[in-house]
């Protein structure tokens, strides 16, 4: 039994339609045409990457390291985590904070603060993760300072 054999045809269709094969035909044809495309995309080269794609954004043309690009992607990598760190005290420690504070007061189910718990606990977690890739981050500058 192949992948596509459960799918109807018009979910055929549409993975068809996603790759850019004819949506034409009947549920066996569809299926074939498919597994064909898959059968050429696994003997197929891969791609070569373009040259900007192949540029590590850490290192001199010459293989040897940039200080100043390096440098400068730390204080990207810090500055996104700042701004993730922002984001997440705005966008869902505040609203938790207010949804906690109002399903105490109106007595709501204990399964209603116990996920509210487990979300707060994974963004603590989160938050955490943030603050140590920032100093990791700060700590791979002086490093390439040296």
Do not use: C, W
Not at 2 to 15: C, I, P, S, V
Not at 94 to 113: D, W
Request: charged fraction near 30%; aromatic fraction near 2%.
């Amino acid at each position: 039994m192949g992948m596509y054999d459960n799918l109807t045809a018009d979910q055929l269709r549409e993975q068809a339609e996603k790759r850019d094969l004819p949506k034409s035909g009947t549920k066996p044809e569809l299926i074939a045409r498919l597994e064909a495309a898959d059968r050429d995309q696994a003997t197929a080269p891969a791609e070569e990457p373009t040259q900007e794609a192949k540029a590590n954004p850490l290192l001199a043309d010459d293989g040897t390291v940039s200080v100043d690009d390096a440098l400068a992607f730390t204080d990207q990598v810090r500055a996104l985590a700042e701004e993730i760190s922002d984001r997440l005290t705005a966008e869902v420690v505040e609203p938790l904070t207010g949804f906690e504070t109002n399903v105490s007061a109106e007595g709501r189910s204990e399964v209603l603060t116990a996920a509210s718990r487990r979300v707060r606990g994974h963004v603590d977690d989160l938050m955490r993760d943030l603050r140590a890739l920032s100093a990791s981050a700060g700590l791979m500058g002086q490093d390439v300072l040296r």
